[in-house]
């Protein structure tokens, strides 16, 4: 594929074209962890560190997010730059991207609209820190995040580390079970819950390595499954924080979104910067260490795929 416009609306930088094109290992990267995830400088030394983490790992990165109402797959260091100090950079999941495409605008894509856009592409793999869900009182809000429906339908495998405890994780397993998504854990049989490596929920399946995960991928491709696949990867464990302590934080949070009003796509980026602030550093670094364990786990799966052929 040449770099400029698929489809009218997505343009390849040359970098990840040439490595599509000669069907090298690419991995993309979303980017509303930058604009909504991460305060500045830090979500910019961290997109930058995730690329370099993919490279080590001898695969391409393909940060995607909007620039100017356009989708841009495979971000040069001015446009990462950009994103990370924007002050008004919008969140876009898959239904915001043509209203915010049509006004021109920049955001930072989520796992369901980075997926989407990786798909359009012809990425097949995607890391992140941790995925949107099932919130805790859906029942009463109906907050069930778009991410797990992109995950039953597009298909690309997202290598996150189990989600923030800011959700429902039991809720979120069963819609992931109702969508069809595999969900694998690495080297684990229970989904992580982000800062910490156990969540006490299990998952039915399990990797060691990254040619065990590409083995699953090939044969998810054989049976023409039309989803993707979920990924769960745990914190290192000498980045692990005790999970007590953050789920004290989470819920306070929690307590002050509901006082605030909070609602919709606002819910997830409050949650995210309340929790960074009521755990000060200690959450941020954690952060920053699990999306590059990520990183790095995608990109050594994305190699062993493309020696699979
Ligand atoms: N969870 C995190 N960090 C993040 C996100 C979630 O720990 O940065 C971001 C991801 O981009 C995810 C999005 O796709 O939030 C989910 O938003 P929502 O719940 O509104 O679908
Ligand atoms: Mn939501």
Known sequence: MRPGTVFGMLTLSPEVADALDRRAPVVALESTIITHGMPYPENLATARSVEDVVRANGAVPATIALLDGVARVGLDDAALERLASSKDAAKASRRDLPALSAAGRTAGTTVAATMYLAHLAGIEIFATGGIGGVHRGAERTFDISADLDELGSTPVTVVCAGAKSILDLPKTLEVLETR????????????????SRTS???VDHRVDSPDELAAVLAAHRRFRLRGGVLVANPIPVEDAL???????????????????????????PYLLARVNDLTGGRSLVANIALVRNNAAFAARTAVALASLG
């Open 242 to 268: 005790d999970g007590s302590d953050i789920d004290a934080r989470v819920a306070e949070a929690i307590a002050d979104a509901e006082a605030a009003g909070v609602t919709r796509k606002e819910v997830t």
């Open 200 to 202: 006490g929920q299990p």
């Open 180 to 195: 069809g998504v595999p969900v694998i854990g690495v080297g684990t049989d229970e989904f992580p819950a982000f800062f």
